[in-house]
């Protein structure tokens, strides 16, 4: 029933700031005991977590990008926004975003962990 949908620019220049927003049809983003992922998938690797913000706003990060993450929602629009600073060629990927009920396994992904997936979308980071 949920839909997810990502949207942003699909390249991004090295040092600047990759934006992307998740649009959440058919259900509230402060619904009761959900959390809303970023994650991406570079060629050749797997579906690596990024972080995700939960239904009262908290935010948890992967280790080795919590410098350079933030996530954040519009609760009035229902979406909620990636912004990945000084990003650099090897975090051209394609960007999804997800929904889970309870926090999501952080590690190796299971795609089935997760209840509703966007279409994902290709961001390239070049000059």
């Known amino acids: 029933q949920v839909q997810l949908q990502e949207s942003g620019p699909g390249l991004v220049k090295p040092s600047q700031t990759l934006s992307l927003t998740c649009t959440i049809s058919?259900?509230?983003?402060?619904?009761?005991?959900?959390?809303w992922s970023w994650i991406r998938q570079s060629p050749g690797k797997g579906l690596e977590w990024i972080g995700y913000?939960?239904?009262?706003?908290?935010?948890y990060y992967r280790s080795s990008l919590k410098s350079r993450t933030s996530i954040s929602r519009d609760t009035a629009r229902n979406q909620f926004t990636l912004q990945l600073r000084s990003v650099t060629p090897e975090d051209t990927a394609v960007y999804y975003c997800?929904?889970?009920?309870?926090?999501?396994?952080?590690?190796?992904?299971?795609?089935?962990?997760?209840?509703?997936w966007g279409q994902g979308t290709q961001v390239t980071v070049s000059s």
């Open positions: 058919g259900g509230s983003i402060t619904a009761t005991n959900y959390y």
């Open positions: 997800a929904g889970s009920v309870g926090t999501p396994a952080t590690g190796v992904i299971n795609r089935a962990d997760f209840e509703s």
């Open positions: 913000i939960g239904f009262r706003g908290g935010t």
